[in-house]
């Protein structure tokens, strides 16, 4: 039963914003850790950030502080992530995950289950 659906992805032009969402269901909501991952062409999948369920925040990108923000809706059991000042270097396939333990982690194989990602590009 548990559900991760990714929203929000498409194309945009440098400097643009875009807010992904990710829609939960199948699991308290309030004890998930869930982590947006990233994976850009020619790199690894590497962790953005993640929301705790006790609302502890995480990044993992330093070059990425200041643009990207995560956050989540415990009425909605959405986490979101507000992309600001995108770069064509962010292009790449956005993913949520549920991460083991219910424990933020930024390392992809500590995900027990993913979203189907959501397609980001950036470019002129």
Same mark, same amino acid.
């Given at each position: 039963q548990l559900r991760l @659906?990714?929203?929000?992805? /498409? $194309? @945009?032009?440098? %400097? %643009? $914003?875009?807010?992904? $969402?990710?829609?939960v269901s199948g699991v308290t909501f309030h004890y998930a850790a869930i982590g947006w991952f990233r994976q850009v062409p020619g790199k690894d999948r590497e962790g953005i950030s993640c929301s705790s369920g006790n609302g502890a925040v995480i990044n993992y990108i330093d070059s990425l502080a200041g643009r990207f923000t995560i956050s989540r809706d415990g009425a909605k059991n959405i986490v979101y992530l507000e992309m600001n000042n995108l770069k064509p270097e962010d292009t790449g396939v956005y993913s949520c995950a549920v991460l083991r333990w219910g424990l933020c982690? /930024? @390392?992809?194989?500590?995900? #027990?289950?993913? %979203?189907? /990602? #959501?397609? @980001? #590009?950036?470019? $002129?």
């Open positions: @659906v990714e929203s929000g992805g /498409g $194309s @945009v032009q440098p %400097g %643009g $914003s875009l807010k992904l $969402s990710c829609d982690s /930024g @390392v992809a194989a500590d995900a #027990t289950f993913w %979203g189907q /990602g #959501t397609q @980001v #590009t950036v470019g $002129s």
